[in-house]
């Protein structure tokens, strides 16, 4: 049997070829993903700030304004609350499940923190969270908590807020 060097030159090219249009799949795919991940932030900031009601709490957040009081359970006002929350909740479970990356997140991070720093925010959250405790059920806001905690902002589980935090919620 006599081996022919030029009997594998149309295999070898058709694999080449295969293969350069694997590449060649592949580096569109990932250039449309960051594209498709770049429009996906675009569309979370735009809701923070462009947003009226969202940026409006926002806003209220960065610069301290009371808003959590005895007044708040039952008001229009928790509703808005509860929604911009649950958006801000959404956005630390994106960032648990590495939906969005780290360095995706620094984008938003100044806003998550500048909320889980807020004194309204942080006794909101405690009640909410003990008040889940208290009845054996899971707090609604959870991955934002937990953010809270990982970055040694905030802390829930912390005795010294037994005196910080005024109770609002009957628990």
């Known amino acids: 049997m006599e081996l022919s ?4 030159v149309p295999e070898m090219i058709t694999s080449a070829v295969a293969f350069a249009g ?14 498709k991940r770049a429009e996906f932030l ?14 409006e709490i926002l806003y209220k957040i960065e610069y301290n304004e009371p808003w959590y009081d005895a007044n708040f359970h039952g ?42 720093v807020n004194f309204d925010m942080q006794s909101y959250l405690w009640n909410l969270y003990n008040f889940s405790k208290k009845n054996r059920n899971d707090c609604s806001f959870q991955e ?10 905030f802390d829930v589980d912390s005795k010294e807020n037994e005196t ?3 109770k609002k919620l009957n628990f």
């Open 164 to 166: 910080k935090f005024t």
């Open 22 to 35: 694997a590449v060649f799949a592949i580096v569109q795919w990932r250039g449309s993903n960051k594209l």
């Open 5 to 8: 060097i030029f009997g594998n």
């Open 75 to 116: 008001s229009p006002f928790e509703k808005e609350i509860d929604s911009f929350v649950a958006f801000v909740n959404y956005i630390c479970y994106l960032r648990n499940c590495k939906i969005i990356k780290n360095e995706e997140f620094h984008l938003l991070a100044y806003e998550v923190k500048r909320i889980c």
């Open 42 to 55: 675009k569309e979370i900031t735009e809701k923070l700030h462009s947003d009226e009601k969202t940026a």
């Open 144 to 153: 934002l908590i937990d953010y809270a905690k990982s970055e040694n902002i």
